[in-house]
């Protein structure tokens, strides 16, 4: 009667354990941000919805441009350069990365991407998970930022 009694309970637990959602378990577009989303990026340079949140303003003392994107599903910069290069750090969602003549490289929560100076590459998030990522420009004394052409619908879906 005992063991029976132990087994109800058991089978009880394992109901229960099985009808409720596991915190981890959240809707992929809902991304972790840490940092509000800020200015809606310019149609001129970026393709769907990118918000741009400034943390660190470019000044002589630092030289250093510090900010977070965030990305909504298929939304992605243009193609650009960093004449210093840039520093991505990806805290949330999923997302590309990609060098001219390259192969895509997809970008996760926790990856940590150098693109080096004066390399033609553009980034944003995958077409069904957004994108929250950190953004890191050293020596803003050289410049910042050299916009090109969008990423073409052509170019964004190879990558899937
Ligand atoms: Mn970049």
């Given at each position: ?75 992605r910069s243009n193609w650009h350069i ?16 990609q060098?001219k ?19 033609l590459h553009w ?23 050299d916009w090109k052409q969008a990423v073409?619908?052509?170019e ?5």
């Amino acid at each position: 009667m005992k063991q029976l009694f132990l087994i109800v309970v058991i089978v009880l637990m394992v109901i229960t354990a099985c009808n409720k959602k596991s915190p981890n378990m959240k809707d992929k577009n809902d991304l972790n941000n840490i940092f509000p989303a800020g200015q809606k990026g310019p149609a001129e340079t970026f393709t769907g919805n990118a918000y741009n949140y400034n943390l660190v303003p470019d000044d002589g003392l630092y030289n250093t441009l510090v900010g977070n994107v965030y990305f909504e599903p298929g939304a992605r910069s243009n193609w650009h350069i960093h004449p210093a290069g840039q520093i991505l750090i990806i805290t949330d969602g999923v997302g590309y990365h990609q060098v001219k003549g390259q192969a895509v490289q997809i970008i996760r929560k926790g990856d940590v991407i150098k693109c080096p100076p004066n390399v033609l590459h553009w980034h944003g998030a995958s077409k069904d998970t957004g994108l929250q990522q950190l953004y890191i420009i050293p020596n803003t004394e050289k410049g910042i930022v050299d916009w090109k052409q969008a990423v073409t619908d052509e170019e964004y879906k190879q990558q899937q």
